[in-house]
T-cell receptor, first 114, second 108 residues
Framework: SAVISQKPSRDICQRGTSLTIQCQVD?????MFWYRQQPGQSLTLIAT?????????ESGFVIDKFPISRPNLTFSTLTVSNMSPEDSSIYLC???????????FGQGTRLTVV | AQRVTQPEKLLSVFKGAPVELKCNYS??????LFWYVQYSRQRLQLLLR?????SIKGFTADLNKGETSFHLKKPFAQEEDSAMYYC??????????WGAGTKLIIKP
């Protein structure tokens, strides 16, 4: 199993500012993902965080808006840039120890943009 | 197109009654399917996966390729089963495709 520490758990931010969310895993993992979960909706994959290289973004998400870092196999950050109220959501970090194994999730970051 | 459909946003049953949460999928290859659960104030976690063919907390799910379904079942619901349930499919890129989720409420 993998234990994920995701910070902050929640934040209220002013529009136009940026927030960086951290995801720390207690063991080395192959796959790290960032999701967005808007109220009452399912999980939408933002990107796959790749160790030592640029993240792979899904359709509708771009690096300028959601820059991601993954300096090693246990840590990643997601930045939500130039925030607007539409960015208010829960952001989730997810990891898999290897391909085709169980996914583990962080507790989530509840972001409110005012 | 790859898709996972959970037709019920909300399902409410009495304690002791049978439960069935529906999941249908659309996928061109050989699917790997999962049920994840999120209890109140807890993180999302795996409940079961079809390749394990096991029963977790009394829940089972059988992959029916003919009907492209992976419904989650439990013969006798318990109050602690109240949670949000998500069906998910892993695609050929090892990414999870998620259903919209079903909120299960077990009434005492």
């Amino acid at each position: 199993s993998a234990v994920i520490s995701q910070k902050p758990s929640r934040d209220i931010c002013q529009r136009g500012t940026s927030l960086t969310i951290q995801c720390q895993v207690d063991s080395q993992v192959t796959m790290m993902f960032w999701y967005r979960q808007q109220p009452g909706q399912s999980l939408t994959l933002i990107a796959t965080a790749n160790q030592g290289s640029e993240a792979t973004y899904e359709s509708g998400f771009v690096i300028d808006k959601f820059p991601i870092s993954r300096p090693n196999l246990t840590f990643s950050t997601l930045t939500v840039s130039n925030m607007s109220p539409e960015d208010s959501s829960i952001y989730l970090c997810s990891v898999e120890a290897a391909m085709n194994t169980e996914a583990f999730f962080g507790q989530g970051t509840r972001l409110t943009v005012v | 197109a790859q898709r996972v459909t959970q037709p019920e946003k909300l399902l409410s049953v009495f304690k002791g009654a049978p439960v069935e949460l529906k999941c249908n999928y659309s996928y061109s290859g050989s699917p790997e399917l999962f049920w994840y659960v999120q209890y109140s104030r807890q993180r999302l976690q795996l409940l079961l996966r079809h390749i394990s063919r096991e029963s977790i907390k009394g829940f089972t799910a059988d992959l029916n390729k003919g009907e492209t379904s992976f419904h989650l079942k439990k013969p006798f619901a318990q109050e602690e089963d109240s949670a949000m349930y998500y069906c998910a499919l892993k695609d050929s890129n090892y990414q999870l495709i998620w259903g919209a989720g079903t909120k299960l409420i077990i009434k005492p």
